[in-house]
């Protein structure tokens, strides 16, 4: 099974290269109809388009090469990795807070969502039910302990992913 993160970059590949075959190329021609393109306001926004356009597919290839190692098989069923929603319990505070840690790029801000690259999900990535993890903050450093854990094997398994 394709991880969510995957069928998304592929899909935003997808948009990326009809733009570049399909757009750009009759907003080029109609730039050009208008004459001097030395003067051509159109025809510079869309030879600019055309770059930053280059320079995200090649991103995307690129990302999804590093991304292709990752696969539903491969993540522990046991430990928080990609896709897990953690909840821990703040030893100071006592307070419960549920994490799901996703790739960067995922994040859209929901409450909760935490990039595994961040400090809070570096921390967690291979805890277990049980473990405790320190945390470094730009306020101290934190003690997290993993109360509850489901991987994203169980998400899928219960039809949520």
């Known amino acids: 099974m394709e991880l969510p993160i995957i069928a998304r ?3 935003d590949l997808a948009e990326l290269q009809r733009e570049m075959q399909f757009d750009l190329p009759r907003r080029l021609e109609e730039a050009r109809a208008h004459g001097d393109l030395r ?11 055309q770059g930053e356009i280059r320079a995200r597919i090649a991103q995307v290839h690129s990302r999804l090469s590093e991304l292709a190692t990752y696969s539903l098989a491969r993540l522990p069923r ?14 100071e505070s ?6 799901r840690l996703l790739f960067p790029e995922e994040l859209d801000g929901t409450n ?25 903050t730009p306020a101290g450093r934190r003690t997290l302990t993993v109360l509850r854990l489901v991987t994203m094997h ?8």
């Open 9 to 11: 970059l592929k899909a």
């Open 39 to 49: 003067e051509n306001a159109e025809y510079d926004a869309a030879k600019q388009r």
């Open 78 to 91: 046991d430990r928080v990795s990609y896709g897990s929603t953690v909840n821990v319990e703040d030893s």
């Open 94 to 99: 006592g307070q419960e807070i549920t994490y």
């Open 112 to 136: 909760g969502e935490v990039s595994i690259a961040s400090p809070v999900g570096r921390a967690l990535l291979n805890a277990e039910v049980g473990d405790e993890v320190v945390v470094a």
């Open 154 to 161: 169980a998400s899928f398994s219960d039809g949520e992913g």
